[in-house]
């Protein structure tokens, strides 16, 4: 049966060239298989967010929420692929921090982008509230500032999946 996936040709593409995988449980998942997760996540958390962006009415809570997902997960498969431990964190500028220091490329403004999706995703720049997107908080605050073009937003967890995929290519074993 096929996936249904916009992805599934590239997840078929690539078990045909892993061969068989055991999914026993217990049994660890090698690290290419990790970070080709972590990218389809975000991929798939960024078609969420291009949907919820281009309604007649901005579902502006839930829309930070799957658009920072998707930063974070496009993030976490470059941490991953360059043999880092992936935080269990959301922390997007910690996380951003990590993946720079370990050689992800990213934009002085992209940053910036993403500090901005990160002050209503994860955590408040002035007030420090955590998680805006997802609960209410106990006192009156506003959730404003700027938010960046989706399709700056699409550009920069493509990029960022594909320093992944790059970086990934390291973990690639051939089939015996």
């Known amino acids: 049966m096929p996936l249904p996936s916009r992805f599934a040709s590239d997840i ?25 997760h972590w990218s389809h996540l975000a991929k798939q958390y960024l078609l969420a967010s291009d949907y919820l962006r281009t ?12 658009t920072g997902h998707a930063i974070e997960c496009s993030v976490k498969a470059f941490i991953c692929a360059v043999g880092s431990k992936v935080p269990t964190h959301h922390d997007l500028i910690k996380l951003l921090d ?15 982008r993403v500090i901005s999706i990160n002050h209503i995703y994860y955590r408040d720049l002035q007030i420090k509230t955590r998680y805006k997107a997802r609960f209410p908080s106990d006192r009156w605050e506003p959730i404003a500032g700027s938010i960046p073009e ?27």
């Open 55 to 66: 309604r007649d009415v901005l579902l502006l809570q839930p829309w930070f929420q799957v």
């Open 98 to 112: 990590i993946a720079v220091a370990s050689g992800l490329v990213a934009d002085k403004d992209d940053v910036v």
């Open 150 to 176: 989706q399709r700056v937003l699409s550009r920069i967890v493509n990029e960022f999946c594909t320093q992944a995929a790059a970086a990934n290519e390291l973990n690639k074993k051939p089939s015996t």
């Open 12 to 36: 078929e593409a690539n078990l045909e060239y892993r061969g068989p995988i055991d999914f026993s449980p217990g049994k660890p998942i090698p690290i290419f298989e990790k970070v080709q």
